[in-house]
């Protein structure tokens, strides 16, 4: 059964900082590839950042030169590093497989960015 547990989050001023990391289990982590997703209030969940087994990453438009997503395949592990966050950036931001497991979205991490 795969687990997904994400961790970081909470409040942060605009133009801040946060980390958020993702520990992985019940699969074979290295040879997935993963993404962070995000819903706001009101809006569908969207993928945000992605990283092939390899280490290639993929970023949407409104997060590309300020979201770094990174890889430790030793740990099960990945991470997404959030930099000059915006307000529009506050959403629950869950990490999955891309394309995702249905079945196996964790309690995401809140992220609110104030103004």
């Known amino acids: 059964q795969v687990q997904l547990v994400e961790s970081g989050g909470g409040l942060v001023q605009a133009g801040g900082s946060q980390l958020l990391s993702c520990a992985a289990s019940?699969?074979?982590?290295?040879?997935?590839?993963m993404g962070w997703y995000r819903q706001a209030p009101g809006k569908q969940r969207e993928l945000v950042a992605g990283?092939?087994?390899?280490?290639?990453?993929n970023y949407a438009a409104s997060v590309k030169g300020r979201f770094t997503i990174s890889r430790d395949n030793a740990q099960n592990t990945v991470f997404l590093q959030m930099n000059n966050l915006k307000p529009e950036d506050t959403a629950v931001y869950y990490c999955?497989?891309?394309?995702?497991?249905?079945?196996?979205w964790g309690q995401g991490a809140q992220v609110f960015v104030s103004s």
């Open positions: 990283i092939t087994s390899g280490g290639t990453t």
């Open positions: 999955n497989t891309v394309p995702p497991k249905e079945r196996s």
């Open positions: 019940g699969m074979i982590f290295s040879i997935n590839r």
